[in-house]
C-alpha cells in the first residue's frame, strides 16, 4: 500500500524555502513592524526587530532554556550565540531536522511537549508562537514540574478575543490561539503570575496584509493563465479542470481561489479578533 502523502512537511519545506530566499533566514515568526513600510523587502528587518523584543523578555544571566516548538530552529541558534544551553521540543520530522541542521549546538526532542520526558531544570520555558497548540492543562502545569527554583515562563502568541464566535460567524480570520478569557482564569489558578506583559497586537498584524498580498500575487497569475489558456485552448481548459477535479473538491477549489484572490484575512480582523501578547511568568510567592 503506497504511504499517505506528507502534504504538510511538503508545504513547511517550500515555505522555508521561499522565506530562506527572501530572508536568508527560515523564521516562522511574525514580524514587528513600527516604522516599517509593510513590504517583502523589510520583512527580515520586522522579524529581527521581533525576535530583539522577544530577548527583552529574557532573564539576565546565562540561561538553561527549553525552546518549546522551536520552528525550524532560527530562535535557539540565536539563544546559542548569546551564551545560552538550549534544548528544543518539536513534534515534527521535518523541523526537527532543520533545527539540527540550523542550530547543531542544541539538544533536539523530537516530539509534542505534552510528550517530554525530560527532567530539567530549566531557568526558562519558552514559548515562541508555539503556546496555542498545547491545551492549557498540560503546559502550564508542565512548566511547574520542569523550571528550576526562580526559573520562568516567556510566552509570545496569539489569543482570540472574546469577539471572535467561531468560523461559521465570522469565515476565516488570521491568527488563532487559545480564548484570552480562558487563558487569564487557567493563569490565576496556576503557579504562576504576569511579571511582565506586553501588547503588541498592532505592531504585528501588518504580517498578515503582507501574507495575503504574497498570496494575491500568485492568484493573479492562476487567474491570469486560466483566462488565457479558456480563451486560446477551451478543450485543454476543459481537461485540466476535470484532471484537478480528481483532487480537489468544488469546495476545495473555491477555498482555495477564495484564499488566492480574497482580502478577508487582513491587518483589521486581526485586531479585532486576537490580541498578540508577549508575557513573562514568574512563580507565585
Given amino acids: 500500500m503506497a504511504e499517505k502523502i506528507d ?15 527572501l530572508t536568508g533566514a527560515e523564521n516562522l515568526h511574525y514580524g514587528l513592524w513600527t516604522g516599517l513600510k509593510v513590504t517583502a523587502g523589510n520583512l527580515k528587518t520586522a522579524q529581527e526587530a521581533y525576535t530583539a523584543r522577544l530577548f527583552g523578555y529574557l532573564p539576565p544571566g546565562r540561561l538553561r532554556i527549553l525552546d518549546i516548538g522551536g520552528g525550524a530552529g532560527e530562535t535557539a541558534r540565536k539563544l546559542l550565540d548569546l551564551g545560552h544551553e538550549v534544548e528544543i521540543v ?10 539540527r541542521a540550523n ?10 511537549f505534552e510528550a517530554f520526558s525530560g527532567q530539567g531544570l530549566y531557568d ?9 497548540y498545547i491545551p492549557m492543562a498540560e503546559s502550564l502545569p508542565k512548566c511547574a514540574a520542569l523550571l528550576a527554583p526562580g526559573g520562568q515562563v516567556v510566552i509570545a502568541d496569539c489569543f482570540r478575543t472574546e469577539a471572535y464566535k ?24 496556576s503557579a504562576f503570575r504576569v511579571a511582565a506583559e506586553e501588547d503588541i497586537t498592532a505592531e504585528v498584524a ?21 483566462d488565457e489558456i479558456r480563451t486560446r485552448k477551451p478543450a485543454a481548459h476543459w481537461s485540466l479542470t476535470r484532471f484537478i477535479g480528481l483532487f480537489l473538491s468544488k469546495k476545495r477549489r473555491a477555498n482555495l481561489m477564495r484564499r488566492l484572490t480574497g ?6 480582523g486581526f485586531q479585532t479578533f486576537n490580541r498578540y501578547l508577549m508575557l513573562r511568568l514568574e512563580r507565585k510567592a
Fill in 7 to 21: 502534504t504538510r512537511a511538503v508545504g513547511l519545506d517550500v515555505g522555508l524555502a521561499f522565506i530562506r530566499w
Fill in 90 to 99: 518539536v513534534p515534527s520530522a521535518f523541523l526537527a531536522a532543520r533545527c
Fill in 103 to 112: 542550530a547543531p549546538g542544541a539538544t533536539v526532542h523530537e516530539c509534542t
Fill in 124 to 132: 526558562l520555558c519558552l514559548f515562541s508562537e508555539s503556546f496555542q
Fill in 166 to 189: 467561531g468560523r461559521r460567524a465570522h469565515g476565516p480570520q488570521a491568527g488563532g490561539g487559545h480564548g484570552l478569557a480562558a487563558f487569564r482564569k487557567a493563569l490565576e489558578g
Fill in 206 to 226: 501588518p504580517s498578515i496584509d503582507l501574507e495575503q498580498q504574497f498570496f494575491n500575487v500568485i492568484g493573479h497569475g492562476v487567474t491570469r493563465l486560466s
Fill in 263 to 268: 482580502n478577508e484575512r487582513n491587518a483589521e
